[in-house]
Nanobody, 134 residues
Framework: QVQLVESGGGSVQAGGSLRLSCAAS????????MAWFRQAPGKEREGVAA????????????YYADSVKGRFTISQDNAKNTLYLQMNSLKPGDTGMYYC???????????????????????WGQGTQVTVSS
């Protein structure tokens, strides 16, 4: 059973930066699609970034939503089993609850080319709140 625990959220002014972390445990498969989603009040959960980790074709490939390209960076520290989301030049529109998600069934193509939506992910963290004020 994979467990995901997010941290690093907070309140910042527009233009500021935050780094989210997602500590993962309980991996039983060799490869996973790891992703960050966010959800603002009254809106659907949307994919922000994803990375395909483990072994095989496409390892290390990434996906970014158009709204965050050039501002957010997803990365992983395999030694620490931790996923990160570095968020720079934050905007009020980035406000929301940010969730870490994982799934072992997605291929790298589904993970980072097609960018599977939230319904395809089996494992979720509890979320961390990000609030950006203008």
């Amino acid at each position: 059973q994979v467990q995901l625990v997010e941290s690093g959220g907070g309140s910042v002014q527009a233009g500021g930066s935050l780094r989210l972390s997602c500590a993962a445990s309980g991996y039983t498969y060799k490869s996973y699609c790891m992703a960050w989603f966010r959800q603002a009040p009254g809106k659907e959960r949307e994919g922000v970034a994803a990375i395909y980790t483990g072994v095989g074709t496409g390892v290390g490939s990434t996906y970014y939503a158009d709204s965050v390209k050039g501002r957010f960076t997803i990365s992983q520290d395999n030694a620490k089993n931790t996923l990160y989301l570095q968020m720079n030049s934050l905007k009020p529109g980035d406000t929301g609850m940010y969730y870490c998600a994982a799934d072992s069934r997605l291929t790298f193509y589904q993970c980072t080319v097609v960018a599977a939506n939230a319904g395809y992910f089996h494992y979720w963290g509890q979320g961390t709140q990000v609030t950006v004020s203008s």
